[in-house]
């Protein structure tokens, strides 16, 4: 199981610095993502993929389970009030509850991108002023020692646990 370490770094160079003993950690480099404000340019650092700085995955989520609902509920309908002439069975319910998941899926995805990821709120009012909000995913056992790790070597380095699922900080 692993562990996602959220902390904050209050300037660029020291979010290089951070990167650079993480991965002498031997902390892999695709275990480290880093989110700042748009005109900072991330060249040292490892920037976060757009699932971790977006909605992307909540939004696909909701967007298919309700299209998918949505989908059954309109086969249901048509198969209990068919359209003239037309004879409706099983087959018709599950298409239009697949074709509704994907739909909804679709368009709900749409959206998501645009908007910042809602899991992350917490530190948004941080990195407008300027900090990097810096995600390193642990092995669960070696989470103590990372964190060890960073209040050594960078002490400006604000420090929050949150496991890979679940959003629940408990400051360090």
Do not use: C, W, Y
Not at 113 to 141: H, K, T, Y
């Amino acid at each position: 199981m692993k562990k996602r370490l959220f902390f904050l770094a209050p300037s660029l160079e020291s979010a290089e610095r951070i990167t650079k003993d993480l991965q002498q950690a031997q902390i892999s480099e695709d275990d480290i993502s880093v989110i700042a404000k748009q005109d900072l340019t991330l060249e040292d650092v490892p920037k976060a993929p757009l699932q971790q700085r977006s909605d992307l995955i909540p939004a696909l989520e909701r967007g298919v389970a309700l299209g998918g609902v949505a989908g059954l509920l309109a086969g249901l309908a048509a198969v209990a009030f068919p359209p003239a002439g037309l004879a409706l069975g099983g087959g018709a319910v599950l298409a239009l509850g697949a074709a509704g998941a994907g739909i909804g899926g679709l368009g709900s995805t749409l959206m998501g991108v645009s908007v910042p990821n809602s899991r992350l709120d917490e530190f948004q009012e941080a990195i407008g002023r300027g900090e990097l909000l810096m995600l390193v995913d642990v092995p669960d056992e070696r989470s103590e020692a990372v964190q060890e790790l960073i209040r050594r070597t960078h002490p400006e380095a604000e420090i929050a646990s949150v496991d890979a699922d679940k959003i629940s900080l408990t400051a360090s």
